[in-house]
Structure formats: structure tokens, C-alpha cells
């Protein structure tokens, strides 16, 4: 079993920066995929970056560039570094993680058991 805490929401003006970290306790040896995804009022939940155990990472189309999603393994914490905030980033960000190496091909909601709480992000 694994939990994730994450932190560092808050409002910014657009063109900021804003840095989220993911807290991971429990199993977080058996994770092979960690993301974050995002969801904006009245729409869909997003995947917006991921990362796997080996280090490879992807990118939403509409992220690539500014985001830049990383991992510390000895802290056992994931970030995302968001620059160039637009107001269309404004959404609830979740951490979530897996077991499963299913993220290599894609960053879909369904590929992944574990979930934080979110933390929200108002780019104005």
C-alpha cells in the first residue's frame, strides 16, 4: 500500500512559477510509475506528467516546455517545477502512483491505484 501527501499550491499570476512536491510512505519500493494529474472545474481529470523508476518521463502536449516533472528517490518525493503559469493551469493537482510499468504508453487515470488528496493551483 502506498500514501501520497502533496503540497505547494497556491495562487500565482500568470507567467509564475510555482514548484508542487508529492509526499510517498508505504510500498514506495514496488512504484514503477508516478504522475501528476490535474483537474479543472467542470472538466475532466488530465494527466499532465509521469515519471517511471528508471527515470523516463512524459508530458501532456499542453505542459511540455514549461513543466518539468522529477523525482527524489532518497526522499521519496516527486515535484513538479511549473514556469510560465497560464490561467488555463488553474486546477486541482493530484499525485497518484503504481505498481505497474502501464505508463510508459500513456498517462491515463486508470493505470493508477494510488492517489493524494490534491492540492489546488489559481493562476490569475
Known amino acids: 500500500h502506498v500514501q501520497l501527501v502533496e503540497s505547494g499550491g497556491g495562487s500565482v499570476q500568470a507567467g509564475g512559477s510555482l514548484r508542487l512536491s508529492c509526499d510517498e510512505s508505504?510500498?514506495?519500493?514496488?512504484?514503477?510509475?508516478v504522475a501528476w494529474f490535474r483537474q479543472a472545474p467542470g472538466k475532466e481529470r488530465e494527466g499532465v506528467a509521469v515519471?517511471?523508476?528508471?527515470?523516463?518521463?512524459n508530458y501532456a502536449d499542453s505542459v511540455k516546455g514549461r513543466f518539468t516533472v522529477s523525482k527524489d528517490n532518497a526522499k521519496n518525493t516527486l515535484y513538479l517545477q511549473m514556469n510560465s503559469l497560464k490561467p488555463e493551469d488553474t486546477a486541482i493537482y493530484y499525485c497518484?502512483?503504481?505498481?505497474?510499468?502501464?505508463?510508459?504508453?500513456?498517462?491515463?487515470?486508470?493505470?493508477?491505484?494510488?492517489w493524494g488528496q490534491g492540492t489546488q493551483v489559481t493562476v490569475s
Open positions: 497518484a502512483a503504481d505498481f505497474r510499468w502501464a505508463c510508459v504508453s500513456g498517462i491515463r487515470e486508470a493505470d493508477f491505484s494510488y
Open positions: 508505504g510500498d514506495t519500493y514496488m512504484i514503477n510509475c
Open positions: 515519471v517511471t523508476s528508471d527515470g523516463r518521463t
